[in-house]
């Protein structure tokens, strides 16, 4: 058994005050973005810092390019994993810090438990030239195998250290999607995966067979704001690459899911 915490010896609540502060330091300051991205250019990082935020989109990419330098990188190593043992994929990069007041970790588990506010979340369509909803239904589902939809839980007040949540959202282009978003608590931020469990069609054409889509998200509250950074990969055969402008919907629906992020944050301020 270990010897338990030294310290003055005083009488009464002081004494067990002081007790507890060396017993359990303080929680740790923010980080700054510059100790997650050591050494990055300034031009980048003016992108990082912008309303849009840094996206990079390639095809048949077995590397992820800017992934943070989070020291606990099994989330991270797990993804890296799935990109390169994927074949005729579309990777889709994205970084942003959103400035604003210091959030905390349970405001980011909230934001992400709001699933129907992504209902009626749009994007610029450049073909119709105007804002257009992505999801026209959004909604939790009770499970996997049953396609019950329930009301998203009330605000939390404890973050839980893993959880699975199952949606179906009712996509513009590609109708009724179903997906399995896992949620893991890191030590300074929140991964957060999205996975299709069933396959997505394009009319009749499946586009994305059953779990050949992941998005995975690393949100961390910093000094400077919140950083949101995810690559999103999807395999694609050559007939669906021919026909659907994969990078660009797979970028579109990206920018829909961190605005959600980032505005569900917000409100929880």
């Not at 889509?213 to 961390?220: C, R």
């Amino acid at each position: 058994m270990g010897k338990p915490c030294p310290g003055p010896r005083l009488g009464g609540c002081a004494g067990l005050l002081l007790l507890l502060l060396l017993c359990f330091p303080a929680e740790a300051e923010l980080r700054s973005f510059s100790a997650l991205y050591p050494g990055m250019d300034a031009e980048m990082r003016g992108e990082v810092f912008s309303a849009g935020g840094r996206t990079l989109t390639r095809s048949n990419a077995a590397e992820l390019l800017f992934p943070p330098d989070i020291g606990e990188a099994g989330a991270l190593r797990d993804l890296q994993r799935e990109v390169r043992e994927r074949q005729n994929t579309v990777l889709v990069e994205s970084l942003i810090v959103v400035p604003g007041a210091p959030v905390s970790l349970l405001d980011i588990y909230n934001a992400l438990s709001r699933v129907r506010d992504l209902r009626g979340r749009t994007y610029h369509s450049h073909t119709r030239n105007r804002e257009v909803a992505l999801f026209q239904e959004a909604a939790r589902l009770r499970d996997g195998t049953r396609r019950e939809a329930v009301a998203d839980p009330p605000p939390a007040a404890a973050i839980p250290a893993s959880e699975t949540v199952y949606m179906n959202l009712r996509d513009n282009n590609f109708g009724t999607c179903f997906y399995r978003a896992d949620f893991s608590l890191l030590e300074r931020g929140v991964f957060y995966s999205l996975t299709n469990f069933k396959t997505i069609y394009y009319i009749v054409v499946p586009v994305i067979r059953e779990d050949r889509f992941l998005a995975g998200f690393y949100i961390e509250p910093l000094a400077e704001g919140v950083l949101i950074y995810c690559a999103a990969v999807a395999e694609v055969s050559d007939f669906v690459a021919k026909r659907v402008d994969m990078p660009s919907a797979i970028e579109k629906r990206l920018g829909v899911f961190q605005g959600w992020v980032a505005e569900g944050i917000g409100a929880g301020r």
